[in-house]
């Protein structure tokens, strides 16, 4: 059973390009959250998919968007790269239960860790 | 709005040494707790979590119980090993339709032979 998986591994990129992460959920799951992990910080909340459609935002700008595909695979993009914008990607994946009041767990990838110069 | 304290760190400690890393945390109603680890270049690995007051989550010996009262969900484990070096993160997330997880900062663990 395949866990959740993300790609690349790495990238570099120079401010004011603009990057598509990828990330593919674990087997049986429908949502897909991402984070961003800052070097010596906790992940902080980006935004989640379900059903195609984004449920939540975390205190991001419109610069970073998203994509969920009817596989559940998803994508980040970031437009006008910024150097603050340098850290580790995280993608989870969870299954909303039935009745869709229960939080599941989230089961996170390996990140992508991106770099802007 | 919702958030989550660690410890500062780092800590050392020698093998075989008991591990308290304190988590405190304020969030209306009734969040789920949760223990994340990260070992080196890896992504988070859930280690325990507890989903309402009292509850105590366990595994590979780690342990840390739901405290309503005091809003805390300490970390422990009675011997460490080296191989538990790595980041620990505290974090919750409130009761719903798969809601966000809110990190702590972390606390980096390190496990001298």
């Known amino acids: 059973d395949a866990g959740v998986t993300q790609s690349p591994t790495h990238l570099i990129k120079t401010r004011g390009q603009q990057v598509t992460l990828r990330c593919s959920p674990k087997s049986g799951h429908d949502t897909v959250s991402w984070y961003q992990q800052a070097l010596g910080q906790g992940p902080q909340f980006i935004f989640q998919y379900y059903e195609e459609e984004e449920r939540q935002r975390g205190n991001f700008p419109d610069r970073f968007s998203g994509h969920q595909y009817p596989n559940y695979s998803s994508e980040l993009n970031v437009n006008a790269l910024l150097l603050g914008d340098s850290a580790l990607y995280l993608c989870?994946?969870?299954?909303?239960?039935?009745?869709?009041?229960?939080?599941?767990?989230?089961?996170f990838g390996p990140g992508t860790r991106l770099t802007v110069l | 709005g919702d958030s989550v304290t660690q410890m500062e760190g780092p800590v050392t400690l020698s093998e075989e040494a008991f591990l308290t890393i304190n988590c405190t945390y304020t969030?209306?109603?009734?969040?789920?707790l949760f223990w994340y680890v990260q070992y080196p270049g890896e992504g988070l690995q859930l280690l325990l979590k507890a989903t309402k007051a009292d509850d105590k989550g366990s595994n590979k010996g780690f342990e840390a119980t739901y405290r309503k009262e005091t809003t805390s969900f300490h970390l422990e484990k009675g011997s460490v090993q080296v191989s538990d070096s790595a980041v620990y993160f505290c974090?919750?997330?409130?009761?719903?339709?798969?809601?966000?997880?809110?990190f702590g900062k972390g606390i980096t663990l390190s496990v001298r032979p």
């Open positions: 989870a994946s969870s299954r909303l239960a039935s009745g869709g009041a229960f939080t599941d767990t989230q089961y």
């Open positions: 974090a919750l997330s409130q009761t719903g339709a798969n809601s966000k997880l809110t």
């Open positions: 969030a209306t109603g009734y969040p789920s």
